[in-house]
Each structure stands twice: as C-alpha cells, then as structure tokens.
C-alpha cells in the first residue's frame, strides 16, 4: 500500500509560470518534508511542517512555498519556476524529528 | 566543516560478489544513521538505519551496514551483489545539533556488471 504519494510524477511547466506539487500521507506523521534533487546531486532539504509549524531552511529561495491545509497533505508552490528550478522534488514524512523518513516516488519537474 | 562522506562515486562490481559502500561523518555526537537507496527517477527507499545499541544493523534486500564510533563510519555490506541491486546509494545521518534533520552524502552509484 503506497504510504506517501506524490502528485503528479511528472510536470511541465513554462518560465515563470506558477506550480503546485502535491504530497499526501496515509502514515498519519507528524512532520512532512519537501526536497529537492536535481541530477546527480543528493536530496536538498527546502523546508518541513512539524504538525502546522512551518519550519523553513536559510537557504531556500523565496520563490519556494508550502502549505499544509491538514496532516495527510502538504503542498509545495513554485511562484515563478525559473530553468534552474528543474529537478525532482521528493516529500517526505516522519512520526516525528528525527526519526524514519519515508519518501515518496518524486515528482519530475521540467521547466520550458 | 560537518559534513557526510561517501568516498566513492562510483562503484563497478560483478554479479555475486560482495560489496561494502563506505559512508563517513562528521559530527560531534553520534547522529542517528540512515542508508537509503534510490533507483532512476524514483523515490529514495530505506534499506536500513542505526539509532542505538547492536552496531551491526540488518536491512532489506539482504543489506547490512556496521558503525563504528571510533572511526565515525557507517558501511554498508552486501555478500552478494544481485544485478537488481544496480541503484544510487545515499547515506544520511540526522545529527542532534542540526534539530535531527537528514543531511545526506552525496551518493554512491552501483554499477553490476553480469
């Protein structure tokens, strides 16, 4: 039985033209996760709820946005995808901090 | 700086030998430990992790990885390397003073070659 699923798996999106990625989780954990992995390079961590705290990492470009309207889905907004945003884009969720993460397949994000 | 190594980029082995993927950190406490394993355009699959106790963890696909505190390491082993295994491989540590968060190597891709 999937247990984090991501929607859609692949997506194409123009320059500048406003994404929404789509996580949601039959685990019931507390903490979800976005990251992103571009080619060859290992997951990056952009930023992760702690139940409806929003917790996001210094370096994550304002462009990034999240929301969780609930535990089982999180969100993750491009405001405006530049070419450099085109990666995959894996969730994640854990029972809480610290523990276990389990990913997601991905999502495929490719920016024309 | 603190940080996780794996050495290898690259690893080449024939079906049915043994493998050990190396994984290094850098932290001052020992972190909690995490290997997992990542085919093309998938999703990252835990293979197995390490929090306390036994320093010789079993995982799935017949995987296992010892620490060793005093080398600050972290290896994954295999005895017997199955063509299917051929994947990218991160290790990721979740150190007390970076809130328990993932930090990840930066992968080791294995080749199997029949």
């Known amino acids: 039985d999937a247990m984090v699923i991501q929607n859609p798996r692949y997506q194409v999106t123009q320059f500048g033209k406003p994404v929404t990625l789509s996580c949601s989780q039959t685990?019931?954990?507390?903490?979800m996760y976005w990251y992103q992995q571009k080619s060859s390079q290992a997951p990056k961590l952009l930023f992760h709820?702690?139940?409806?705290?929003?917790?996001n990492e210094a370096d994550t470009p304002d462009n990034f946005q999240s929301r969780r309207p609930n535990t089982s889905f999180c969100f993750l907004d491009i405001r405006s995808p530049g070419l450099g945003d085109a990666a995959m884009y894996l969730c994640?969720?854990?029972?809480?901090?610290?523990?276990?993460?389990?990913f997601g397949p991905g999502t495929r994000l490719t920016v024309l | 700086a603190q940080s996780v190594t794996q050495p290898d980029i690259h690893i080449t082995v024939s079906e049915g030998a043994s493998l050990e993927l190396r994984c290094n950190y850098s932290?001052?406490?020992?972190?909690?430990l995490f290997w997992y394993v990542q085919s093309p355009g998938q999703g990252l699959q835990l293979l197995l992790k390490y929090f306390s106790g036994d320093t010789l963890v079993q995982g799935i696909k017949g995987f296992e990885a010892e620490f060793k505190r005093s080398q600050s390491s972290f290896n994954l082993r295999k005895p017997s390397v199955h063509w299917s295994d051929a994947a990218e491989y991160f290790c990721?540590?979740?150190?007390?003073?970076?809130?328990?968060?993932?930090?990840f190597g930066a992968g080791t891709i294995l080749r199997v070659k029949s």
């Open positions: 994640a969720t854990s029972r809480t901090r610290g523990d276990t993460q389990y």
């Open positions: 709820y702690y139940d409806k705290d929003f917790n």
């Open positions: 685990l019931n954990h507390n903490v």
């Open positions: 932290y001052g406490a020992t972190p909690y």
């Open positions: 990721a540590v979740a150190p007390k003073e970076y809130g328990n968060k993932l930090v």
